[in-house]
């Protein structure tokens, strides 16, 4: 089947500013012309964190894969992640279970949880150094869950097999110098550098015989019976038996966008201060809407970002930068008295988010040979983890045992 209208519906400008990650190197990654046509296993259109998750994941397999991109890769949604990688989603678990039932919830964060293990593994087995470090998680009460609904949250974990552990406004005090109504204290998160991870995976997948093509526009998908074929703007074509669609926050024409919703969020980062960094350097995000979020970094700065607005243009998220960082330095200032919160780095971006907080992983309705991964949220790098996995299950032939969580048709 022809797709007559090209895949992205919009190209869009993902972030602005300047993200604290191009303050730190990172190995190059070296990227082809596309200047005939040439044919894979696997054509993986995106070359951002998702994207090489997939990469290196599809040739550990041994597919032949083919990775475009219209940028190049890290040049898209990646730098703008805060890279709070945890196995807490946004939708509480106690909320998500009236949307989805408890048995499917409970499954949800099992899985988010398992993605976290799973992806330091991988990163500690692959040898990649992107300063990966295990964090501690404080979820503070507020407008969302207030004392006693945060502890039915930390309930409802536990009863699910995920420790957590409510604290007291006392105990947080004593433990964190935070000044709240109660928190959740859970371990085992992650905290990483994004652009050295994509780094690292895209080169150990070119190791394997990769090849990365940039900047190549896909503009046309061709839908075959036995194989699908990407026509890019300057001519050439890509033939594969399946294709794997990992454009970020821009939405695609194969793909259905109901359900589906593109929310603008806001982050800063302070100057090193490992002096003045809180117990343990958990991360901390709040039970509220919209909530702040924040985690320190290996040598000391502060990341925090929030005040996410739901819409998409790009002007007028832009505009509001400067407001809005002013507005989350007060805040974390206010949070942490003893912190510098004046902003060294201030930047905005975009992301997709569903009603259910649960991405949408896995083939495009109509289209089997095609695979979509989208609607991460705030967590963009877990999710990414499970859909390496659940698409390498299906193209290699298995059934993953929680891909209905994520599928189109759920």
């Given at each position: 089947?022809?797709?007559?209208?090209?895949?992205?519906?919009?190209?869009?400008d993902l972030r602005t500013g300047r993200p604290v990650w191009f303050a730190y190197r990172v190995p190059s990654v070296p990227t082809q012309e596309l200047t005939r046509d040439v044919?894979?296993?696997?054509?993986?259109?995106?070359?951002?964190?998702?994207?090489?998750?997939?990469?290196?994941?599809?040739?550990?397999?041994?597919?032949?894969?083919?990775?475009?991109?219209?940028?190049?890769?890290?040049?898209?949604?990646?730098?703008?992640?805060?890279?709070?990688?945890?196995?807490?989603?946004?939708?509480?678990?106690?909320?998500?279970?009236?949307?989805?039932?408890?048995?499917?919830?409970?499954?949800?964060?099992?899985?988010?949880?398992?993605?976290?293990?799973?992806?330091?593994?991988?990163?500690?087995?692959?040898?990649?150094?992107?300063?990966?470090?295990?964090?501690?998680?404080?979820?503070?009460?507020?407008?969302?869950?207030?004392?006693?609904?945060?502890?039915?949250?930390?309930?409802?974990?536990?009863?699910?097999?995920?420790?957590?552990?409510?604290?007291?406004?006392?105990?947080?005090?004593?433990?964190?110098?935070?000044?709240?109504?109660?928190?959740?204290?859970?371990?085992?998160?992650?905290?990483?550098?994004?652009?050295?991870?994509?780094?690292?995976?895209?080169?150990?997948?070119?190791?394997?015989?990769?090849?990365?093509?940039?900047?190549?526009?896909?503009?046309?998908?061709?839908?075959?019976?036995?194989?699908?074929?990407?026509?890019?703007?300057?001519?050439?074509?890509?033939?594969?038996?399946?294709?794997?669609?990992?454009?970020?926050?821009?939405?695609?024409?194969?793909?259905?966008?109901?359900?589906?919703?593109?929310?603008?969020?806001?982050?800063?980062?302070?100057?090193?201060?490992?002096?003045?960094?809180?117990?343990?350097?958990?991360?901390?995000?709040?039970?509220?809407?919209?909530?702040l979020y924040m985690r320190a970094t290996s040598d000391g700065r502060v990341i925090c970002g929030g005040e996410d607005e739901e819409f998409s243009d790009e002007e007028r998220r832009?505009?509001?930068?400067?407001?809005?960082?002013?507005?989350?330095?007060?805040?974390?200032?206010?949070?942490?008295?003893?912190?510098?919160?004046?902003?060294?780095?201030?930047?905005?971006?975009?992301?997709?988010?569903?009603?259910?907080?649960?991405?949408?992983?896995?083939?495009?309705?109509?289209?089997?040979?095609?695979?979509?991964?989208?609607?991460?949220g705030g967590n963009g790098i877990t999710y990414s983890q499970i859909a390496s996995e659940v698409v390498a299950s299906a193209l290699a032939g298995r059934d993953d045992s929680d891909?209905?969580?994520?599928?189109?048709?759920?």
């Amino acid at each position: 089947m022809r797709l007559g209208r090209p895949p992205l519906k919009r190209k869009l400008d993902l972030r602005t500013g300047r993200p604290v990650w191009f303050a730190y190197r990172v190995p190059s990654v070296p990227t082809q012309e596309l200047t005939r046509d040439v044919k894979a296993d696997v054509a993986v259109v995106g070359m951002g964190i998702s994207g090489a998750m997939m990469a290196e994941a599809l040739t550990a397999q041994g597919h032949s894969v083919v990775c475009l991109d219209r940028r190049g890769p890290m040049k898209g949604s990646t730098a703008a992640t805060t890279a709070l990688v945890q196995f807490e989603i946004d939708q509480p678990l106690t909320r998500l279970s009236p949307m989805i039932g408890r048995r499917k919830a409970e499954r949800a964060w099992r899985r988010s949880r398992l993605a976290i293990e799973n992806l330091a593994a991988r990163i500690d087995e692959l040898g990649i150094e992107c300063r990966l470090d295990r964090r501690a998680s404080l979820y503070l009460a507020g407008s969302v869950l207030a004392p006693a609904a945060l502890r039915e949250e930390a309930d409802a974990r536990c009863q699910a097999g995920i420790r957590s552990t409510y604290l007291t406004p006392s105990q947080l005090g004593e433990q964190f110098g935070i000044e709240r109504d109660g928190a959740i204290l859970s371990q085992g998160n992650l905290t990483l550098d994004p652009r050295r991870l994509t780094a690292g995976l895209l080169l150990k997948a070119i190791e394997r015989g990769a090849r990365l093509y940039a900047p190549s526009e896909a503009t046309r998908i061709t839908a075959g019976k036995d194989d699908v074929t990407i026509e890019t703007k300057d001519g050439p074509t890509v033939r594969a038996a399946h294709a794997v669609l990992a454009t970020g926050y821009e939405l695609t024409d194969i793909v259905p966008s109901a359900g589906h919703q593109i929310i603008s969020t806001f982050a800063i980062a302070t100057r090193p201060q490992p002096g003045n960094i809180w117990p343990q350097e958990a991360f901390v995000w709040e039970a509220s809407d919209p909530y702040l979020y924040m985690r320190a970094t290996s040598d000391g700065r502060v990341i925090c970002g929030g005040e996410d607005e739901e819409f998409s243009d790009e002007e007028r998220r832009d505009g509001l930068l400067a407001a809005k960082a002013a507005k989350i330095s007060r805040k974390l200032a206010k949070l942490f008295p003893r912190l510098d919160g004046k902003p060294e780095f201030a930047w905005a971006g975009s992301f997709g988010t569903t009603q259910t907080g649960l991405p949408y992983i896995g083939q495009a309705p109509r289209h089997p040979r095609i695979h979509a991964v989208m609607g991460y949220g705030g967590n963009g790098i877990t999710y990414s983890q499970i859909a390496s996995e659940v698409v390498a299950s299906a193209l290699a032939g298995r059934d993953d045992s929680d891909a209905d969580l994520y599928a189109f048709k759920r």
